[in-house]
């Protein structure tokens, strides 16, 4: 029975299984990016053959250098296990590291020794990455013994980011005595102890290390490496109390986390959620930028305004072609007519342009604005629109002749500037979706409801002048709204909602 239990603690069961069926693939896309993982072999101090694999991004930018996290398995078990981190940490361009102990997986190796020779192991890992000029800080993910081998090598290696630490036992003996009283062994215990100590010199010959030797809270002291530690409440294996007595000791920022479960079990997905939090804070991974910015500068000629990490492409897409196509023949819905000097303009001209077409440019387009006593009248949404649009298309027959992919493109940019809080021609609290009307209406109808029930007694000229004026600033409100807002879209500082216009 002893010798039972001896293999029980340095030869467990070894999870034999095939890279290319249990790990990732070679290239798999995920969160729809595209990564691949990178098979390596590392030797240890003890000329050990350690298998490794490397998630990265398929595509990383020049001069980038990305934080990475260590996974460090546990007793029986294999980098396979891995599999959860890459799904939290890929996604957040923090690339994962993970390897087989020795001992365990496909690694060489006899023996393991829950956490004292694996510490060395994962120094050769970090030494590894170290060397790596794409690998900026590094951080490690321990589950069990791994999480006993982070705590063991964070104690000597202050430079470690931060450490996640899942089940960690506090002391090896103490775990051994209890096991005794969970497996029901009924022996008196004066005989555990002498059983133990036997254990202690069988182990010592065999795996080369001292089960008295892995005191981890006599370390926790002497670290202080943020950490975020966590347990399952139904854990009979290692069982809480061992991750509260580390987490008491531990001199660094820490924080506890206690889930439903048992040593095996799933964690919860908010347990995840505080890893991916925690793993943002002490790494820092940096932005990408946007791959779509430099295909947008060259075929839609952006100028001043770039691309940023949250582009919406298509809805650019749209918003831009939408831009050109206003600017071509408007008495024409045929995608035949086009425009070959206007698809080589900016988008800042192309913003100017359709801003001058929907506004008002002289005195006479404000007559409509009058009654024949030459007082404000009250006029509809829908008559103001079809007539600034007239006005805007008098060298054509046919108003408002656009095709309504052109009509729904330019609503959608129009949007864009309605979100402003400090501008005039911004929507107003508590209006229905189905009463917004496009930019120019809003910029038009704001300040002319607000003065329409006070009777002009001024000269049509005089009045005309006034409102040019206003309208005239209205419409350069407008514009830098929409320069505003679209640059906003680019940079992806701000998600806005497509308004579809009538």
């Not at 060259?298 to 940023?308: P, Q, T």
């Amino acid at each position: 029975m002893i010798e039972q239990f001896v293999n029980f603690v340095i030869r467990p069961p070894r999870a034999e299984y095939n890279p290319d069926q249990y790990l990732w693939e070679p290239e798999f896309t995920l969160a729809g990016r595209k990564y691949k993982r990178l098979d390596l072999e590392l030797t240890n101090e003890r000329g050990q053959t350690l298998k490794c694999s490397h998630y990265v991004p398929a595509v990383i930018p020049e001069d980038t250098a990305l934080p990475c996290v260590i996974y460090c398995h546990g007793n029986s078990g294999c980098r396979a296990d891995a599999n959860e981190a890459a799904v939290i940490l890929l996604p957040s361009n923090i690339t994962l590291f993970t390897l087989d102990f020795a001992g365990s997986g496909l690694s060489s190796g006899q023996y393991v020794s829950l956490g004292w020779h694996e510490k060395q192991d994962l120094k050769c890992a970090v030494s590894f990455l170290r060397n790596n000029k794409q690998v900026s800080c590094i951080g490690l993910w321990g589950r069990s013994m791994g999480a006993v081998t982070s705590l063991l090598y964070g104690a000597e290696d202050p430079s470690i980011a931060g450490m996640v630490l899942d089940s960690a036992f506090s002391n090896l003996y103490d775990l051994m005595m209890e096991l005794v009283e969970v497996y029901k062994i009924r022996v008196p215990k004066f005989t555990v102890k002498m059983a133990v100590q036997y254990m202690r010199r069988v182990i010592q010959r065999r795996a080369k290390f001292d089960i008295m030797d892995l005191n981890v809270v006599q370390f926790a002291p002497k670290t202080f490496i943020p950490a975020l530690f966590g347990h399952a409440s139904n854990d009979m294996f290692i069982q809480p109390h061992h991750t509260e007595r580390i987490h008491q000791a531990y001199a660094g920022d820490k924080n506890l986390i206690k889930f439903e479960g048992d040593h095996n079990s799933p964690r919860p997905q908010f347990y995840y959620d505080s890893v991916s939090i925690f793993f943002y804070n002490v790494l820092h991974p940096p932005q990408f930028p946007s791959t779509c910015s430099d295909k947008f500068d060259k075929y839609y000629n952006l100028g001043a305004f770039k691309g940023g990490p949250g582009t919406n492409e298509s809805l650019l897409y749209e918003i831009i072609n939408g831009l050109r196509a206003a600017g071509t023949d408007a008495g024409s819905s045929s995608s035949a007519t086009t425009n070959f000097t206007n698809a080589t303009k900016s988008v800042v001209e192309l913003l100017t342009e359709r801003v001058n077409q929907l506004c008002v440019k002289n005195d006479n387009d404000l007559d409509f604005l009058l009654d024949e006593n030459h007082n404000l009248t009250e006029m509809d949404s829908n008559t103001a629109e079809c007539h600034l649009e007239d006005k805007a298309n008098r060298q054509t027959e046919e108003c408002c002749s656009y095709t309504s992919s052109n009509r729904e493109s330019w609503g959608r940019c129009s949007s864009l500037g309605a979100a402003s809080d400090g501008s005039s021609s911004g929507e107003q609290p508590g209006i229905p979706n189905h009463k917004h009307k496009s930019m120019t209406l809003r910029a038009l109808a704001t300040p002319l409801r607000r003065i329409r029930r006070k009777p002009l007694t001024i000269p049509k000229e005089k009045k005309n002048r006034s409102l040019w004026k206003r309208l005239k600033k209205e419409r350069q409100e407008m514009g830098e709204n929409l320069s505003q807002r679209l640059r906003l879209c680019l940079q992806g500082q701000a998600r806005h909602k497509r308004t579809k216009s009538s």
